[in-house]
């Protein structure tokens, strides 16, 4: 085994040096080498190297310097979500507690995109037969996904308090796995989807350590001053992890041939305008008239001859994810039925928000900031217009 190592190496050196003789003016980027160790710049000839280093036994090769090596990029190199986390934690941009609590949610993402997949083979689908705090029907997967969430959640030992769409109140997790942070999530978003194998989605929020119950956070906080983490996981063609720290928006894809979320697009730009809209227009007859007008004047071609286009999934995951990708605006208004809205404050609106802004958008109820809202109770609702910031101010301006 030594000698053929030995013949491998020896073979290999033919391919490193060259001739001496056809050396005249080494390039800058030319460097010399002594043993397996050593490299130095060559000498201007081959003369002065004889002279310095003993003989004709000294051979130069070109070799690329160490910054353009590091510039070149191996068709096979991949960055994982685990190994984009250590990366934020090394630089410092969060801390290892944080890490963790990450890397528990994406593991629940994964256990839950293989149940959707798996819905109609495992008997998941349909109604479970109860009805959740929201007065909600709960389907199977709504109470799986939900005890999936929370387990990884506790077990990370990381989180102090959960918050559920399924769960009445907050849960304190127990003092022997209990840490520090205040995750919210939605489970899975668009349930109502799931039995017709369309686009459905899990919404999560990490807010900053608080002793105290999170609706009770203080009068004068806001989701806004206390979001630390936003993201969502949506469960369609491709099972996509879309993530802020803060510092951008960054997309996974899961990989099923790792088993791990690969990154896929990194500081994600909303445009800043688009020609689509998203909103239940069954609920048209039962909205304002202000709100009514904007509608209108969205499916008036006018001078350009091209109305907006109308795309509505009904998965608040799938159409934002749309959305941020393409432009445009998704809502979801107060109506004679809903006097607040439909959608969650704390882990619906203010995380998609967090993430729509941190992406060059906006996030508004109609007349504010969504993550200046104060929240006053844990399951608070709130209307919601979110996408590409000319299209909110033009809402903005209608509803004024």
Not at 129 to 145: H, P
Not at 264 to 283: H, R
């Amino acid at each position: 085994m030594v000698v053929q190592a030995a013949a491998i190496i020896t073979s290999s050196s033919h391919l490193l040096f060259s001739s001496s003789r056809s050396l005249s003016r080494p390039s800058p980027s030319q460097l010399c080498v002594f043993d397996s160790k050593a490299l130095v710049p060559c000498p201007s000839s081959t003369n002065t190297s004889k002279k310095k280093h003993g003989g004709g036994g000294l051979k130069c090769m070109a070799v690329s310097t160490a910054s353009e090596a590091k510039t070149k990029k191996s068709k096979f190199e991949i960055q994982t979500l685990t190994g984009w986390l250590l990366k934020q934690e090394q630089t410092g941009v969060i801390d290892a507690e944080l890490t963790i609590v990450i890397s528990s949610i994406s593991m629940a993402c994964k256990q839950i995109a293989s149940l959707v997949q798996r819905a109609s083979i495992s008997n998941l689908t349909g109604v479970q037969g109860a009805v959740n705090i929201q007065g909600e029907d709960q389907k199977k997967l709504d109470v799986v996904s939900n005890e999936v969430f929370s387990s990884c959640l506790r077990s990370s030992g990381r989180t102090g308090i959960i918050a559920s769409e399924e769960e009445d109140v907050p849960v304190a997790v127990e003092e022997s796995y209990s840490g520090n942070y205040i995750v919210v999530f939605d489970p899975l978003d668009g349930s109502s989807n799931i039995d017709a194998a369309v686009s459905t989605g899990s919404i999560f929020g990490i807010y900053s350590p608080n002793d105290e119950c999170l609706a009770d956070i203080g009068d004068d906080s806001t989701p806004g001053s206390n979001l630390l983490v936003a993201g969502y996981c949506m469960y369609s063609s491709s099972v996509i992890f879309v993530l802020t720290i803060g510092k951008g928006v960054f997309s996974f894809s899961l990989d099923p041939m790792y088993g791990e979320f690969v990154l896929t697009q990194e500081n994600i730009q909303i445009p800043k305008a688009g020609k689509i809209y998203s909103f239940n227009e069954g609920n048209y007859q039962l909205w304002d008239d202000k709100l009514k007008k904007y509608i209108d004047d969205l499916k008036d071609p006018g001078s350009s001859g091209k109305p907006y286009s109308a795309r509505y999934i009904g998965s608040l995951v799938g159409d934002f994810h749309r959305t941020l990708l393409y432009g445009g605006i998704y809502g979801y208004p107060r109506d004679k039925k809903s006097k607040n809205g439909k959608l969650r404050l704390l882990y619906e609106c203010a995380p998609m928000s967090f993430i729509v802004e941190q992406a060059g958008g906006k996030g508004s109820d109609g007349h504010h900031r969504v993550l200046d809202i104060t929240p006053t109770e844990i399951h608070q609702r709130a209307p919601i217009f979110i996408g590409s910031p000319d299209e909110v101010d033009k809402l903005q301006q209608y509803l004024a």
